[in-house]
């Protein structure tokens, strides 16, 4: 078993950032045992469980669990005693094969990491554009699409900012990231309370769960189908990372910041097909799937601030 990791961040080769502790303790999820065996075995029977559910209803289903930079770039670590090879998603994909609802992502990230551009930020958690790219094309591949032939080639530019693993650093260091101007054909066409009070308070870039928003696309030659999308910071509300991807894409897109599915809300969608995104090391935790679209939060969890009678109504 691995040692608690009691440092947050480990200073890699190059400058290379890597997110070791945490609530979800990225670094002990390298570890072995029955325990970690087990709580696996369960992650891949949900998502088996959740792509049969999916297909009862005629809808597609596809899994993509985002690696950790641990997971991909061990090459830039330096001197860390961890495991690559026993990373969640290179076991998920293992147990998981010929899945039609799981995307192996760590394959072609692990394949491409040595390339011309880097899959990472290097001072941030986060993929870059290029990254989000890669796993876009895998996910369009598994829902049998084709990615609009400019896709790759949108506009880009430069943000010159502190990033999420370098603010936690003596110093906070800086980091020139591309970022991209996706958005051509698609509208939003909704957004709910809480983005647009993060949007009227000058955050709208800022992650935040319960987040939701439909995209309308009547570009020619799009995806006729679609789609919703339950995922979290690497996909975004905002049409910059993997849903302005998929917004672009298909007919329709809705996006639910979620690790969490709502079934209900599925069914009343109906969707050609539903996306998962999740961070590896949000693997941490089995969702119990009731999530309250409407309301923005889990099924009996009362919203943040709510007095004690919301609090009962809830309990």
Request: charged share 25%; with cysteine.
């Given at each position: ?162 990033r999420d693993l370098g603010g936690k650093l003596p110093g906070a260091p800086r980091e020139t990231a591309t970022h991209w101007d996706l958005q051509r054909h698609a509208v939003r066409r909704y957004a709910n309370a809480l983005v647009e009070a993060h949007e009227a308070a000058g955050r709208g870039d800022a992650p935040h769960t319960g987040a939701h928003v439909i995209y309308r696309n009547a570009g020619p030659g799009i ?93």
């Amino acid at each position: 078993m691995l040692r608690k990791s009691r440092d947050t961040v480990h200073v890699g080769r190059d400058g290379w950032l890597f997110l070791t502790g945490g609530s979800n303790r990225a670094l002990d999820q390298y570890g072995g045992g029955l325990l970690r065996w087990w709580h696996l075995r369960r992650w891949a029977r949900l998502i088996e469980a959740r792509t049969a559910r999916a297909a009862g209803l005629g809808i597609r289903c596809v899994h993509a669990i985002v690696p950790a930079k641990l997971s991909v770039y061990d090459n830039m670590t330096r001197d860390l005693a961890y495991d690559p090879g026993r990373a969640s998603t290179r076991l998920l994909a293992r147990r998981l094969m010929g899945l039609p609802g799981y995307v192996d992502l760590l394959t072609p990230f692990r394949a491409a990491r040595d390339g011309p551009v880097p899959l990472y930020q290097r001072t941030d958690t986060h993929w870059t554009v290029d990254g989000c790219l890669l796993a876009y094309r895998e996910v369009m591949r598994a829902l049998g699409a084709v990615p609009p032939a400019d896709i790759g080639e949108r506009p880009r530019f430069d943000l010159d900012l502190v990033r999420d693993l370098g603010g936690k650093l003596p110093g906070a260091p800086r980091e020139t990231a591309t970022h991209w101007d996706l958005q051509r054909h698609a509208v939003r066409r909704y957004a709910n309370a809480l983005v647009e009070a993060h949007e009227a308070a000058g955050r709208g870039d800022a992650p935040h769960t319960g987040a939701h928003v439909i995209y309308r696309n009547a570009g020619p030659g799009i995806d006729p189908r679609r789609l919703v999308l339950f995922g979290d910071s690497f996909a975004h509300f905002a049409p910059i990372l993997l849903t302005g991807l998929l917004a672009e894409s298909f007919a329709e897109v809705h996006f639910v910041w979620s690790a969490h599915l709502d079934w209900e809300y599925i069914e009343r969608v109906r969707p050609d097909a539903l996306v998962v995104e999740l961070a590896e090391r949000f693997l941490a935790r089995l969702p119990k799937d009731d999530f309250d679209v409407v309301a923005g939060r889990r099924r009996g969890v009362p919203a943040r601030g709510a007095g004690p009678a919301a609090r009962a109504r809830a309990a």
